[in-house]
């Protein structure tokens, strides 16, 4: 993280904290940990493309699915994320 681009606001229904990627730091990121204290850190997913099939895979085919269930599964792809809308096709 880069310290002095990130920042928290808060009120009285809402916490915003702004995260900046360090300079030598690239690619997207995937997860991210938050809790009270580090023994009780719950994870959260990014939408990515890659998050959303692996999520959908495993919703809609548990690991019992049949390998000929699995070459049926949709085709997901994510076109655009934004702060108010998040556009996803479907095949």
């Given at each position: 993280?880069?310290?002095?681009?990130?920042?928290?606001?808060?009120?009285?229904?809402?916490?915003?904290?702004?995260?900046?990627?360090?300079?030598?730091?690239?690619?997207?990121?995937?997860?991210?940990?938050?809790?009270?204290?580090?023994?009780?850190?719950?994870?959260?997913?990014?939408?990515?493309?890659?998050?959303?099939?692996?999520?959908?895979?495993?919703?809609?085919?548990?690991?019992?699915?049949?390998q000929?269930?699995?070459?049926?599964?949709?085709?997901?792809?994510?076109?655009?994320?934004?702060?108010?809308?998040?556009?996803?096709?479907?095949?």
């Open positions: 993280l880069l310290s002095p681009e990130t920042g928290v606001s808060v009120s009285a229904h809402n916490v915003v904290v702004e995260l900046a990627k360090a300079p030598d730091s690239t690619g997207p990121w995937e997860k991210f940990s938050f809790g009270l204290d580090p023994s009780a850190l719950q994870e959260r997913l990014f939408v990515t493309e890659e998050n959303i099939d692996g999520f959908l895979g495993t919703a809609l085919c548990p690991s019992s699915c049949s000929s269930a699995l070459e049926s599964q949709p085709l997901i792809e994510v076109l655009e994320v934004s702060e108010d809308r998040i556009q996803i096709r479907v095949e």
